[in-house]
């Protein structure tokens, strides 16, 4: 098994999930932050084609992943016969035997997840300036692109599932990588089975993640190292069943509903920067007034003096100070 991370600490996985799926290396770890995964490096002979797509951008809980496969040109009359489709058109049981096969030829065939957890989905859009879910997006392509290239792999084409204008999009990743043919279209895991082998890998590896989601808040807590017992006490604050995650599910309206602790918001779980979450804060949480003290009085010393120029204080004009913001 290959593993590439950005952040080595992040190398985690389910309580529950599937322990032979590759791209989770510990199954006992919570998830805390990003991380890629590669699966071995295949040695047919190139040019290979590569397929991108992505499981768990609209959800309100859990992980984003975006997933690549990728094979020899030479190789897709026998890509066609292996069953691979849209993941959400598929079993659970049947993405689960498409990973198998995904696995199953590694001198033909390799995948990449780029897994995004909610920490960082949300500590990017919260910034200032922001970095919205689409060029969150983009980065996750771009850079499983290029460490598949940097493997020493030989891509001519590429295949990418619609993300927002798909010209604008062909262009832009035409432009990072001026050597490969981009072609960026709505439901291309349904029109390049490549694809659909990027969304089996995408799909399998996420719902693994929320399927056996360890919650951090406890691991450190009495029972740490013991993933049943952290768990059960995990149960007891938030409801076990998460539904679907996405907003209009029921299911996840219940659990966002019931999970809620007034004082300190939701767990990890749950991608603080959606509007979802937002409004349930707003609407059941205890409202918090930051107040800084210290610029509050800091501002007060500056403007009580008398009888000075512009009502500064004496300290303030000794040390010429026109503004507060100086110091």
């Known amino acids: 098994m290959s593993v590439k991370t ?21 199954p006992s770890s919570p998830l805390t932050a990003s991380y890629t995964y590669h699966s071995p490096i295949p040695t047919a002979p190139g040019p290979y084609i590569l397929g991108v797509d992505e499981a768990g951008r609209g959800p309100v809980l859990g992980p ?8 020899p040109a030479a190789y897709q009359d026998d890509l066609e016969q292996l069953g691979f489709a849209d993941s959400k058109t598929l079993t659970a049981s049947t993405r689960s035997t498409l990973l198998e096969t995904l696995c199953s030829d590694p001198k033909n065939l390799a995948w990449s997840v780029r897994v995004l957890s909610p920490q ?3 500590s990017g859009m919260l910034k200032r300036p922001p970095i919205n879910l689409n ?17 020493g792999i030989q891509l001519s084409e590429v295949y990418v599932d619609a993300l927002g204008p798909t010209k604008t999009y062909e ?25 659909g082998a990027a969304s089996v ?5 996420r719902d693994a993640w929320v399927e056996g989601w360890i919650f ?27 539904g679907s995650g996405y907003p209009s599910d029921p299911k996840t309206q219940a659990w966002i509903k019931d999970s809620l602790e007034p004082t300190f918001g939701f767990p990890s779980l749950a991608r603080f920067s959606w509007t979802t979450i937002k409004l349930a804060m707003e609407k059941h949480g205890y409202a918090v007034q930051w107040i800084d003290d210290g610029q509050a009085s800091l501002v007060k010393a500056f403007e009580s003096g008398v009888g000075l120029d512009k009502g500064r204080s004496a300290v303030a004009k000794d040390l010429c100070l026109k503004s507060v913001s100086t110091l």
């Open 6 to 26: 950005s952040e080595p600490e992040a190398i985690a996985g389910p309580s529950t999930g599937n322990p032979g799926i590759p791209s989770i290396a510990d």
């Open 64 to 71: 984003l992943v975006y997933g690549v496969a990728y094979c």
């Open 120 to 122: 960082a989905i949300s």
């Open 135 to 151: 060029r969150q997006s983009e980065q996750a392509t771009i850079l499983l692109i290029r460490e598949v290239l940097e493997q």
């Open 171 to 195: 262009a832009y990743l035409s432009s990072q990588f001026p050597d490969i043919n981009f072609t960026v279209t709505a439901k291309a895991d349904s029109k390049f089975k490549i694809v």
């Open 201 to 205: 890998a995408a799909k399998v590896t």
């Open 216 to 242: 951090e808040e406890h691991s450190s807590s009495e029972g740490a190292g013991d993933p049943q017992a952290m768990t059960v006490k995990a149960k007891a604050l938030w409801k076990e069943e998460l």
